[in-house]
């Protein structure tokens, strides 16, 4: 090919491709001198840090791409510089990072990694030379080029970097990860290898593009990255995200808040714990969130009536809720227990537990099940749910993922479930390992099965996790400074309905649990009074059911407009509205609300049914409102 033909490809190459690649050879061959078959020499400014860069040697332009004096470049980008004549080589440092170039040879290695060049290293007129843009790029450099101003431009953003060298836990939805490799804090924001993401994320992968350009893919989103931009695409489409992604050996640090903002979900990095948090909503929970609202209901009236239903038996282990050296005198002792005698051939039963580890050691919980009988019993059904955290965000963490489980009926299977136990013995329904100020909260629904059964049902505590099931202690006893529930009851349903609501009526509004009505489990009322009880004012591990009527006399369709407000201090929940589940993100009491629904009503009578787990709230945890809107 012909010199004036090899020029012209390239120049319109360029011209189709310089949005994409900023090539640097001028777009006329005229404006270029050339030099020898394929180097040309070409008056450029090149500008680093707003400086312009300063030297006696041309800039060369080789394939299309621009080499600089090997010393000129390094020395401004502040790396240091190494020269091997015997082996043709130019190495520089920078940051922990190591470039090495052979001269005309088309590959280099960053950190012993090996990549393709476009225009290798060259000798010219006793100097080295090496591509601007790879060296520039591999050091975290952005380039660019104005063609009207002949001009290159690097910026090298001096960002602050913090490196946590001590050891670092990942709570990834509330997996808790080890870190073998810290995160990384530039200018405040946290960066994490992309592996930890695709390792423990179902249904996400990593694909690589180039060695410096990678797909992560969670769930239905696509995060093409590209090492030293902050050009992040999202399913191809770019974004005005300012966070740049960076290669450390062969990993992708990837910018988290940048991920969960994405995908929705939130993230907490505990420096004084060496601890990050990151919930993404679409693997926490099975639900969406209600937006907030801000705003006052007004005054709630009290249900008028509501009672206690089902059969299933309901066992709370919330007192002592924090398990200090005071309340917890030896390594093994029973935290609740609820005992059994029952003529029935089939008991269900539901044990909901809240804990807070302050003992200083790692310890393991456990829901043990005792056969005090004569005959065998078995346990045909048994799921549970359990989160842990030592984040402040409990009620996120903890209490509505179970709240959210139990209504979408997700709680997992259990090895206890099909088991028998035979009369004396003692076996393992569940067990938790909780490490020092952490909180665990569970739910677990089981059935026994027996002729005659007599049995106890425990939560219990040891140091040691192979002695759960030798804990047949009392429980200890309450913790009278920090009322929380304790206790066993027949019920762990309650039923309301309200009056019945007609359209165009001034808007309504009941507190569901408030004390008076419906202040159904009591310390007096407990199967379980061993050692103390302590009733449970805001119905948690309770499923809460309401029926709503409304009336419709006007002939024409109305639309009547339910909300949800906490009563108590701050509220979190689940809640089903006529068969949809959606989540109640905390709300402030008289001061936020969330709307439920907008319920067309036909000329008649209608009902809208309703059913509430409470994730976190106080002893009146929730009021509901119906007003007409249309």
């Given at each position: 090919m012909t010199n004036f033909k090899r020029v012209f490809i390239i120049t319109l190459l360029m011209s189709l491709l310089s949005t994409t690649f900023l090539p640097y050879m001028n777009q006329n061959a005229s404006a270029a001198n050339l030099i020898r078959t394929g180097l040309y020499s070409k008056d450029l400014s090149i500008i680093i840090d707003g400086e312009s860069l300063v030297t006696t040697d041309p800039v060369l332009i080789s394939n299309g791409m621009t080499l600089l004096p090997m010393r000129a470049i390094f020395e401004a980008l502040d790396a240091q510089v190494l020269w091997s004549k015997e082996h043709q080589r130019a190495t520089a440092i920078r940051e922990g990072k190591t470039i090495e170039l052979i001269i005309n040879q088309n590959t280099a290695t960053v950190n012993n990694e090996r990549f393709q060049l476009v225009a290798p290293s060259i000798m010219y007129k006793n100097r080295t030379y090496v591509p601007l843009r790879f060296v520039s790029e591999h050091f975290g450099g952005l380039v660019s080029y104005s063609h009207e101003a002949q001009t290159v431009t690097i910026h090298t953003p001096k960002e602050k970097e913090e490196v946590?060298?001590?050891?670092?836990?990942?709570?990834?939805?509330?997996?808790?990860?080890?870190?073998?490799?810290?995160?990384?804090?530039?200018?405040?924001?946290?960066?994490?290898?992309?592996?930890?993401?695709?390792?423990?994320?179902?249904?996400?992968?990593?694909?690589?593009?180039?060695?410096?350009?990678?797909?992560?893919?969670?769930?239905?989103?696509?995060?093409?990255?590209?090492?030293g931009k902050?050009?992040?695409?999202?399913?191809?489409?770019?974004?005005?995200?300012?966070?740049?992604?960076?290669?450390?050996?062969?990993?992708?640090?990837?910018?988290?808040?940048?991920?969960?903002?994405?995908?929705?979900?939130?993230?907490?990095?505990?420096?004084?714990?060496?601890?990050?948090?990151?919930?993404?909503?679409?693997?926490?929970?099975?639900?969406?969130?209600?937006?907030?609202?801000?705003?006052?209901?007004?005054?709630?009236?009290?249900?008028?009536?509501?009672?206690?239903?089902?059969?299933?038996?309901?066992?709370?282990?919330?007192?002592?809720?924090?398990?200090?050296?005071?309340?917890?005198?030896?390594?093994?002792?029973?935290?609740?227990?609820?005992?059994?005698?029952?003529?029935?051939?089939?008991?269900?039963?539901?044990?909901?537990?809240?804990?807070?580890?302050?003992l200083g050691k790692i310890v393991h919980l456990g829901i043990t099940i005792e056969n005090t009988g004569q005959s065998a019993i078995t346990l045909p059904a048994s799921t549970g749910y359990t989160k842990k955290s030592n984040n402040t965000w409990v009620n996120y963490d903890v209490g509505l993922p179970i709240a959210d489980a139990v209504l979408h009926n997700r709680l997992q299977q259990k090895t206890s479930q099909g088991m028998t136990v035979n009369p004396g013995k003692t076996v393992l329904i569940d067990s938790f390992t909780l490490h020092p100020d952490y909180i665990i909260g569970f739910l677990n629904d089981l059935t026994v099965e027996g002729t005659n059964a007599s049995y106890t049902i425990r939560t219990v505590l040891s140091d040691k996790a192979d002695a759960l099931t030798a804990i047949h202690d009392q429980p200890l006893p309450i913790n009278e400074r920090a009322a929380h529930p304790r206790g066993a009851w027949p019920h762990s349903t309650i039923e309301a309905t309200f009056p019945a609501y007609s359209t165009g009526s001034p808007k309504a509004g009941y507190s569901i649990s408030n004390r008076q009505t419906d202040h159904l489990l009591t310390a007096d009322n407990s199967f379980s009074k061993t050692n103390g009880s302590v009733g449970n004012p805001g119905h948690f591990g309770m499923t809460y059911k309401v029926n709503v009527p409304i009336v419709n006399d006007t002939g024409t369709a109305q639309v009547v407009r339910m909300k949800a407000t906490g009563r108590g201090g701050l509220y979190s929940g689940a809640i089903k509205i006529n068969g949809d589940i959606h989540l109640i993100p905390t709300i402030k009491a008289a001061q936020e609300y969330v709307d439920l629904i907008d319920y067309v009503v036909m000329p008649g009578e209608d009902l809208i049914e309703i059913e509430v787990m409470h994730a976190g709230g106080a002893s009146l945890p929730l009021a509901l409102y119906i007003e007409t809107i249309q």
């Open positions: 946590v060298t001590k050891p670092f836990t990942l709570h990834l939805n509330n997996q808790r990860l080890n870190m073998d490799q810290p995160p990384i804090i530039r200018n405040g924001r946290t960066y994490i290898p992309a592996k930890y993401f695709t390792n423990h994320i179902e249904q996400s992968m990593e694909q690589w593009i180039s060695p410096t350009v990678m797909d992560l893919q969670i769930q239905g989103l696509v995060f093409t990255f590209e090492s902050p050009n992040i695409l999202v399913n191809q489409e770019p974004t005005d995200s300012t966070d740049t992604p960076f290669m450390i050996e062969n990993d992708m640090y990837v910018p988290v808040h940048f991920i969960v903002n994405a995908l929705g979900g939130s993230l907490r990095f505990r420096s004084e714990t060496n601890e990050i948090y990151i919930y993404l909503n679409q693997f926490m929970f099975f639900s969406d969130f209600l937006p907030k609202q801000e705003g006052r209901l007004g005054v709630p009236a009290l249900v008028p009536e509501a009672s206690a239903t089902g059969n299933r038996h309901l066992l709370i282990s919330d007192n002592p809720e924090t398990l200090r050296p005071n309340v917890v005198p030896k390594s093994s002792v029973t935290l609740s227990e609820h005992v059994v005698t029952s003529e029935q051939a089939r008991t269900d039963h539901r044990v909901f537990g809240w804990h807070v580890n302050e």
